[in-house]
């Protein structure tokens, strides 16, 4: 079964510090890629998708992430985090073949951002 | 956008009774719902996919007769509890899935936080 990897369990920055958190997933085939934002009380809300074309993939909010096919990884980026970024991260995973709309998730990445 | 909202948002009950949780896409009809549970510190674990129509698939491990699916509409799905159990206190997650958008985009509901005592 595919699995879905988040490194980073825990994360503190200071405001204007860069972001990346890591994702990994194990499966062979082809996948759709997604990372979703869950602020403190509230619901979980998509933040960016890629399905193909240019690895690189803009969401919202000034969070970026890229495939690398070699690697099996999407890792989500911002260059400057902010205050409000405060909130659990979770990559997922839905594989094309077989997998209908399932989404796979990882264990989640809570981050602090620190004033 | 795609609201999707979770009744009631939080619940507690004594052990050995039912519970029933109520997923509904506010402003959109979907024909597939998900159910998820959420372990405190831990990831969203899938587990059933509601159809609207026919019977709920569960994922392995999850048992049907303890959690029952029904999709009645193209707007709710409803999962109950049956006989709860203090180990099935958890955060129970749905999402609606929008068939028209370009990959079938599941927007999620606010959770159902169930405590059994």
């Known amino acids: 079964a595919q699995s879905v990897s988040q490194h980073n369990h825990h994360v503190i920055l200071s405001e204007a510090a860069s972001l990346e958190l890591g994702c990994n997933y194990s499966y062979g085939g082809t996948v759709n890629l997604f990372w979703y934002v869950q602020y403190p009380g509230q619901h979980l809300q998509l933040l960016l998708k890629y399905f193909s074309g240019d690895p690189l993939v803009k969401g919202i909010k000034g969070f970026e992430a890229e495939f690398i096919k070699s690697k099996f990884s999407f890792n989500l980026r911002k260059p400057s985090v902010q205050w409000s970024d405060t909130a659990e991260y979770f990559c997922a995973v839905n594989p094309l073949t077989g997998g209908g709309n399932k989404l796979t998730f990882g264990t989640g990445t809570q981050l602090k951002v620190e004033l | 956008g795609a609201v999707v909202s979770q009744h009631p948002s939080r619940v507690i009950c004594k052990s050995g009774t039912s519970v029933k949780i109520e997923c509904r896409s506010l402003?959109?009809?979907?024909?597939?719902m998900f159910w998820y549970r959420q372990f405190p510190k831990q990831s969203l674990m899938l587990m059933a996919t509601s159809n609207e129509g026919s019977k709920a698939t569960y994922e392995q491990g999850v048992e049907k007769d303890k959690f029952l699916i029904n999709h009645a509409s193209l707007t709710l799905s409803t999962l109950t509890v049956t006989s709860a159990h203090p180990e099935d206190s958890s955060f129970y997650i749905c999402?609606?899935?929008?068939?028209?958008?370009?990959?079938?985009?599941?927007?999620f509901g606010p959770g159902t936080r169930l405590t059994v005592l």
């Open positions: 999402s609606a899935v929008l068939a028209a958008s370009s990959y079938n985009e599941q927007f």
């Open positions: 402003d959109f009809q979907a024909t597939t």
